[in-house]
């Protein structure tokens, strides 16, 4: 394991951002408050955020000497204990600064393979963050070796005239290859499960963090998955059973989506993926009161442009409306005038989703029925695709238009 000092409960923390050219500060800003949303979600207090311009970030310090002398300045003679910049630094961009600063000092990824680390319940899933976080460690190694645990230390385990960083390389590519070979393991077992899974629809639920994912499976399958409040609540592929109409097909819930997902995470979480990949309906769950809410519908469809799952089809399911009308509307507009509103937002993502949208609210269970009657008739339409020759497959005659 990684010998690496965990982001503590309660943790005083700055944030950093750089606007970079093909940015606005705006942009920037909107991503430090998600940045300090992630390190809450972590544990971590935010109690401010610097941002500079700059065209390309300092290959040294990635910000500018007079900007880190200022956040410097900030923390000092502060309960500043932290400090949490919204892009990749390297291992010697860490180092130097906080040669400066004289607190810890980790990137976004680090934040998140901390936040996947604490919320991995099952042996597959921390396995996959283990070996993620091996992956983010190894460029970095230079001059952070007492980061590692020596766990193959001992004679003939360091070769002749090999030097402390070499001994580690070695140390960390060992151990990332024997991960590989245990979620390799894990692949043919959720393989095996996937094909014993038999001749029903399946249907995944995909989206940003945080939308709603696992309250909707909740209702949709009357499970009890766990759902908060919070960045990545869930890591691990739930899938039950769900039957509608007497309809039945399985319905998954996956791991969300976020803006710069570190490459490793992506890699690590293949089979988790796999869940996406393979099936045969996508519900696209968007947080429709969350102010930057197209930026993070366009994100999770760049992902499964990623994923090449584009091919599948998708019922986009705007979430939260109920928050989306207090936070939009002043409680002197009428109801006509509402209504208008809603009805020209509702036409705007019918053309852009070609008909294939619903309008939820989870929490006061609004127009659930509408998204049930929309799930069937997709499933159902899939049914007669498959089974052409099979009129009353599941005791559902199918060669009826729905």
Known sequence: MIEKQKILE???CVLVGVVQKDQTEQQVKEYLEELSFLAETAGAQTRSKFMQKLAHPDSKTFVGKGKLEEIRDYVSGREINLVIFDDELTGSQIQNIEKVLGVKTIDRSDLILDIFARRAKTAQAKTQVELAQYQYLLPRLKGMWKHLE?????????????TEIETDRRIVKEKI???RRRLGEFDKQAYTQRKDRGEFIRVA???YTNVGKSTLMNILSKSEVF???????????????????????LLSDTVGFIRKLPHHLVESFKSTLDEVREADILLHVVDLSHPNYEDQYNVVNR???????????????FNKLDQYEKNSFDEWLSDEVKNQLLGELHNRW???????CVFVSALERRNLEGLRATILNKVRRLYRVRYPYKTDFFGISFDEEQ
């Open 177 to 179: 290859s024997l991960l």
């Open 227 to 249: 759902a908060e409040n919070k960045l990545f609540a869930t890591l691990d592929t739930t899938t039950r059973k769900v039957v509608f109409d007497n309809t039945p097909f």
């Open 205 to 207: 639920l995909v989206g």
């Open 350 to 356: 019918e053309n852009e989703t070609l008909g294939n």
């Open 303 to 317: 992902t499964l442009q990623e994923l090449k799952v584009t091919d599948k089809p998708v019922i986009t399911i």
């Open 150 to 162: 020596r766990q193959g230390g001992g004679i003939g385990t360091r070769g002749p005239g090999e």
């Open 10 to 12: 309660d943790e005083n």
